[in-house]
């Protein structure tokens, strides 16, 4: 079965840090890139940062120079290291892959992990 699962979220106090993992099965036959987005109450989900199999990374530009996503190719496994933490980064955050499974091409994503900044 292919799945992604996060983990990680948590309530930390504003310029405290976080790393969420988002595990990927076995299952996949290829992954191409993996994004983490978020999405805070009563807003739309938004990018945070993806990374390719190559390791190229993008970062929106809220979250350069606080945030590090890297992936670790022999755990399956990408990571969203987020430093600095504001209130207005709390949100659910999902982890999304662009990968080929054995039933062909998609998009998948996790189920989610709450991340909230509040002193």
């Known amino acids: 079965q292919v799945q992604l699962v996060e983990s990680g979220g948590g309530l930390v106090q504003p310029g405290g840090s976080l790393r969420l993992s988002c595990a990927a099965s076995?299952?996949?036959?290829?992954?191409?890139?993996i994004s983490w987005y978020r999405q805070a109450l009563g807003k739309e989900r938004e990018l945070v940062a993806s990374?390719?199999?190559?390791?190229?990374?993008n970062y929106a530009d809220s979250v350069k120079g606080r945030f590090t996503i890297s992936r670790d190719n022999a755990k399956n496994t990408v990571y969203l290291q987020m430093n600095s933490l504001k209130p207005e980064d709390t949100a659910v955050y999902y982890c999304?892959?662009?990968?080929?499974?054995?039933?062909?091409?998609?998009?998948?994503w996790g189920q989610g992990t709450q991340v909230t900044i509040s002193s």
């Open positions: 999304n892959a662009d990968a080929v499974s054995r039933t062909g091409w998609g998009r998948y």
């Open positions: 076995e299952s996949f036959l290829r992954i191409n890139y």
């Open positions: 990374i390719t199999s190559a390791g190229s990374t």
